[in-house]
């Protein structure tokens, strides 16, 4: 599974980057329909800029890195996390707390930046995670819970699992953060996470922004069934939220189906490139050798080799050595020689293996293999000339099959290295304990390709010199296999050489393999994208058809003589009974959930001149245009009633006392800029009071009476706010 999952980083980024790109797109559409719009058009720009940051990493996995490039995507990353922590001191002034200015962010960009100056791009992101994405993560969670407290039913069950998001992706994005020069991203770190627990944290950090998103969307759901207040487009969202999760879920696993799939198709062309490089590099070595395999045959069964070895005639010594150079040229070899029962060379390419000071091959287990009767074939590595070289020996045999000397020639493979020096894959001979003998990437040449002990580490530099840097994968391989090679993921073919314990290794770089399987993702995001189109408009056409049924059905029940009860006859607006019952319920509500509730009495001043001046007709067209002209500058949730005679009232669940005198002042400046015919203008005075717990109806509009009496004895058009009582025990009483 750890495996699996490794080998599934470029689709788990698209995963990611698409999570909080919808995270984003929840965001903006909340922001647009409900009240603290900037804060989560904030939340909505941390998804999005998020979401990008994800498939750029993606793009540099597929087409590569540059500095340039890595600095960009930390910028982006430390970006977002200010866009989420904006939005956590935006919803924490809201909601009463005193916060800091945005120049807060100034010194933590400042923190950033010097960490990249003091170590490297990777130190800067990882600052940049425990300096803003820790806070930030922290204190969205902590501003999202706080609103939950103070929501009902569905929603606020939903904005807590939110909350609940937000608390684990701190961790997960603020904690857990790649592998860098300072702790504690020593041993906390994605590798960590990933040895620990097989997965990928990106895939975490993607199912987390799935969660919020999903989250958000589902309370956001829940609010809009409680205003449209419709049993039916309940039972719609509950359904649409289902549907939404299965469709998502359902394309994304197609959409990985299509990816592997179309990895799978490259992966088995890639493994057939892999067998046919082999095939054509183990050819041309074959090449190289079978020639000294040959020549050296020939040379061990050659007549004059046993007079060469026995007589000591002068005339057949010169033959052997003529023989032996004319097999050396035959073979292409860059050197040979005949040597006796004893490991004296008899005959040489090179003078210095004659003579005096001549080297002594009897403990050589090539020459002591010969001698009992087997040939011998190896590659060897000369660390002088630094280059690997073919040597083929063979037994030399008397008329009764005594073995009297051995037959040697080498060969260099230089020719061989040169000749595929430029093939388009990285290619190695390596020894039996792969040290890399010969590559066509000079920078691979005495590196070991697998982890050794130290001890034998010291026995190969013997023969091979210093061995290069770290081991190039982290096990030994025996065919072929799908691993990383320093870190980046490859196709591995290993193949031994003829009659040899040495072999060929083949790399194929995944980076078109990720290319490859990048189609299956745009194909993946185009239907995800679709999808998202058609559930989106689905639900608002649905919202927009019940809310269109609902006026209807208002229409139809407004002549009625129930809505006629409840409807003041010459303006429309609901009367004192209506009020006053509707007062009592949100009186109830108050005390549930711990809500504000405030009341706006206001009436006109001077309107008795205005009948005596006009006529009663003119009065009454003045107070009609008034109550039409008030709902548009009121919330939906705010209720207008005509109090009586020339007074209205506004009752505003949810608003406190300064938001009720704002509203208040809105109005008042509103109406007094507002033509009248014949009359011209008219202005209001206005009287506001905030429910105090334990007061009863009556008492909480007479405070709010009080008020606007105040306002007409203090020179008129003005708002005025009624103090809040002191009262101990609730209580709850009908208006009059």
Avoid at 52 to 58: C, Y
Avoid at 183 to 211: C, D, E
Avoid at 289 to 305: F, I, K, R, Y
Avoid at 492 to 500: G, I, K, L, M
Wanted: include cysteine; charged fraction near 20%.
């Amino acid at each position: 599974m750890t495996a699996f999952l490794s080998s599934q980083l470029d689709f788990i980024l698209f995963f990611y980057g698409l999570a909080f790109i919808l995270l984003g797109a929840t965001c903006w559409t909340v922001a647009r329909s409900q009240g603290g719009g900037e804060a989560w058009a904030m939340l909505g720009g941390f998804g999005f800029a998020h979401g990008i940051g994800e498939w750029l990493d993606l793009t540099a996995l597929i087409v590569g890195d540059t500095p340039a490039f890595a600095v960009t995507r930390v910028a982006l990353m430390a970006s977002s996390f200010f866009l989420l922590l904006d939005f956590a001191r935006l919803k924490g002034i809201r909601q009463g707390l005193v916060l800091p200015g945005r120049w807060v962010y100034v010194p933590l960009a400042l923190l950033v930046v010097l960490v990249g100056f003091a170590t490297d791009v990777v130190g800067a992101g990882i600052a940049a995670r425990y300096a803003i994405g820790l806070v930030s993560a922290v204190s969205a969670s902590l501003v999202l819970a706080r609103q939950a407290r103070i929501m009902a039913g569905g929603a606020k069950a939903f904005l807590f699992s939110a909350a609940a998001g937000f608390g684990v992706y701190a961790v997960a994005a603020g904690i857990i953060v790649p592998a860098g020069p300072f702790w504690p991203s020593t041993i906390i770190n994605h590798g960590a996470f990933f040895a620990l627990t097989g997965m990928p944290i990106q895939l975490v950090r993607g199912l987390l922004a799935f969660w919020i998103s999903l989250s958000i969307w589902a309370s956001w759901g829940q609010r809009l069934a409680s205003e449209v207040g419709s049993s039916r487009y309940t039972a719609f969202v509950r359904q649409h939220f289902i549907w939404t999760f299965v469709v998502m879920g359902a394309t994304l696993v197609c959409g990985w189906a299509l990816t592997e799939h179309l990895g799978g198709v490259y992966r088995d062309n890639v493994q057939r490139e892999g067998r046919s490089d082999l095939d054509l590099l183990a050819s041309g070595l074959a090449g190289e050798t079978a020639t000294v395999d040959g020549a050296v045959m020939a040379l061990a069964e050659s007549p004059s080799m046993l007079p060469l070895l026995t007589s000591g005639n002068r005339h057949d010594d010169e033959i052997g050595r003529s023989m032996l150079k004319l097999h050396i040229e035959a073979a292409g070899a860059s050197s040979g020689y005949i040597l006796d029962s004893s490991g004296a060379a008899v005959a040489s390419s090179n003078p210095s293996d004659a003579g005096p000071g001549a080297p002594d091959y009897r403990s050589s287990p090539w020459f002591a293999k010969s001698m009992t009767g087997a040939p011998d074939y190896r590659f060897v590595f000369n660390r002088d000339r630094g280059a690997v070289a073919y040597q083929a020996s063979r037994p030399i045999r008397a008329d009764d099959g005594t073995i009297v000397g051995v037959a040697v020639l080498i060969k260099s493979l230089e020719k061989f290295a040169a000749d595929v020096r430029h093939f388009d894959r990285p290619y190695f001979l390596i020894d039996p304990d792969g040290v890399v003998a010969m590559s066509n990437n000079p920078g691979a040449v005495h590196r070991t390709l697998w982890p050794l002990t130290e001890a034998k580490r010291t026995e190969l530099s013997l023969r091979f010199g210093t061995l290069n840097g770290r081991p190039m994968l982290e096990r030994d391989i025996i065919d072929a296999t799908w691993t990383k090679v320093d870190g980046e993921r490859n196709y591995v073919a290993r193949r031994f050489a003829d009659h040899s314990d040495w072999s060929l290794v083949v790399l194929k770089p995944t980076r078109e393999l990720f290319a490859t399987r990048f189609l299956g993702i745009v194909i993946t995001l185009l239907v995800t994208i679709m999808a998202l189109i058609y559930l989106l408009g689905r639900g608002r056409w649905v919202h927009d058809q019940i809310q269109l049924e609902s006026r209807l059905k208002l229409q139809e029940l407004a002549q009625s003589l129930g809505v006629k009860a409840t409807t003041d006859p010459l303006t429309g607006l609901h009367n004192r009974l209506k009020l006053g019952s509707t007062l009592n319920d949100e009186i109830l509500r108050v005390h549930r959930y711990k809500t504000p509730l405030s009341l706006v009495l206001f009436d006109i001043d001077n309107f008795k001149k205005v009948n005596d001046s006009y006529g009663h007709p003119i009065g009454d067209q003045v107070l009609i245009q008034l109550s039409r002209f008030v709902p548009n500058l009121i919330r939906s949730t705010d209720l207008l009633a005509r109090w009586g005679g020339e007074e209205f009232l506004i009752l505003a669940p949810g608003s406190d006392a300064a938001m009720a005198f704002q509203l208040a002042e809105k109005l008042r400046d509103a109406i007094a800029s507002l033509e009248f015919p014949q009359v011209k203008s008219v202005t209001c005075s206005f009287g506001i009071a905030q429910y105090a717990p334990g007061e009863t109806a009556a008492e909480l509009i007479a405070r709010a009476d009080a008020a606007l009496y105040r306002a007409k004895i203090e020179g008129r058009t003005r708002a005025t706010l009624a103090p809040q009582p002191v009262l101990e025990a609730p209580g709850l009483a009908s208006v009059a």
